[in-house]
């Protein structure tokens, strides 16, 4: 089976003489010298001042939330993974679902401000495959209503918008390294802060509110990234660059395979964006000869596991389908967008004969070994 996603790992080789290191100094975690050579990197790679390592990305956007100070309701994005607006809901917020735009499914600007209430406490958006909301006029309105931006950037580690990081919008940007993004340490993340302000927030909230042995001014929790994870984390850094390119050939492959057939849709790659390529979703159009669902069963049985990265939509989860905003005629192109999506296998060393079998299953080559569901005869 050919599955969504392959992790990249380097060598053992070069893994082991840190794993010595760490054996010889026994200091296992609690921000040791793996995890502040680790965070130093980043700094510089993302070129951002505030980098707190988090042991995964959905406490980082726990932390982000609680370093964010808020209280009432959040606007937020129904499409995305559950960890989005799971985080809002466990923090004791209420989410506000707004619709998303076309061409890159981030929230639709021009939809927020009618969502906005006196209780509204900030935004959670979402840069949903790494493509960048529309940080502009995002902050414009957070600006004109004194809101907060969080930005959920799991997916747009290394991303880079308009010759910058994407990851100096807003006021916080959190980050996965689960396995299955284009930069892992097995499970990590991150918190980028806009300010020293708000990182001794975040950092207060990863290790117990702990300020020294003997001052705890505030309530914190154990999100720390262990020295393991953050060696490797060191090491998977030295690689980004050459899996990005490896990953952008696997992307422009797919381009030409996969263009022209009638009813998949493929998401164009804005001029501004560096993208990471994690992902590959297409769109299947109800002119394709067969559904979403049936295209993915057929793929399955065909060999390859492609995934609905995102569905079902979150407003539609049994704790959330009762919120006012989570009505599908206040959610339509999400709602469309759900049935609609599929990620691709997308990953540094996919085969080019693999994307080539998989394009001819789609097309429909009568060679494939099982039949279309629904238009077997
Ligand atoms: N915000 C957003 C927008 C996110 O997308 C995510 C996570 C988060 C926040 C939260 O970040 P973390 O707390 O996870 O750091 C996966 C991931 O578990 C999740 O990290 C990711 N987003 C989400 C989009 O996808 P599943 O349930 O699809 O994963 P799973 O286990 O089915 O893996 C997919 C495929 O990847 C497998 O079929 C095989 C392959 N795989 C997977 C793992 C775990 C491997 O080859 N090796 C592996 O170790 O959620």
């Not at 990182?199 to 914190?220: C, S, W």
């Not at 990953?247 to 030409?256: G, K, M, S, T, W």
């Not at 009813?263 to 001029?271: A, E, H, Q, R, S």
Request: negative net charge.
């Amino acid at each position: 089976m050919i599955y969504v996603t392959r992790p990249f790992l380097p060598d053992l080789d070069e893994l082991i003489p840190m794993l010595e290191e760490i054996w010889a100094n026994r200091i296992l975690t609690n921000q040791g010298p793996f995890h502040q050579k680790f965070q130093e990197a980043l700094c510089q790679f993302l070129e951002a001042e505030h980098v707190s390592l988090m042991c995964n990305g959905t406490v980082a956007l726990n932390a982000a939330i609680a370093a964010a100070e808020i209280a009432g309701e959040v606007i937020t994005t129904p499409y995305s993974f559950v960890a989005t607006t799971h985080s809002i809901a466990m923090a004791g917020l209420t989410p506000v679902f707004v619709d998303v735009r076309e061409g890159d499914f981030t929230v639709d600007p021009s939809r927020i401000e009618a969502a906005i209430t006196p209780r509204t406490s900030a935004i959670l958006a979402v840069h949903v495959y790494g493509n960048p909301c529309d940080v502009d006029a995002i902050q414009a309105i957070a600006d004109r209503h004194k809101l907060t931006v969080i930005y959920d950037a799991a997916h747009a580690f290394g991303v880079r918008y308009r010759g910058q990081s994407l990851l100096t919008y807003g006021d916080f940007s959190t980050l996965s390294f689960h396995a299955t993004k284009a930069f892992n340490t097995f499970e990590g993340g991150a918190v980028v802060s806009a300010t020293d302000a708000g990182q001794k927030l975040v950092n207060n909230y990863r290790n117990f509110g702990f300020v020294d042995e003997v001052t705890i001014p505030a309530i914190g929790g154990n999100t720390k990234m262990s020295e393991f994870n953050a060696a490797l984390g060191l090491l998977q850094l030295n690689h980004f660059e050459e899996v990005r390119r490896q990953r952008a050939e696997v992307d422009r492959r797919y381009r030409l395979l996969l263009a022209g057939i009638e009813g998949i849709d493929m998401l164009p790659i804005p001029p501004e964006v560096e993208p990471n390529y994690t992902y590959f979703p297409i769109l299947v159009r109800p002119e394709f000869r067969m559904s979403r669902d049936e295209l993915y069963e057929y793929l399955k049985a065909n060999g390859f596991h492609a995934r609905r990265y995102f569905y079902p939509l979150l407003s539609s989860l049994p704790m959330y389908r009762d919120l006012l905003s989570s009505g599908h005629n206040n959610l339509p192109l999400a709602t469309k967008v759900a049935e609609q999506i599929l990620c691709l296998p997308m990953y540094h060393d996919l085969a080019e004969a693999d994307q080539a079998r998989l394009a001819e299953v789609i097309r429909g080559d009568p060679s494939s070994s099982a039949l279309p569901l629904g238009i077997a005869g």
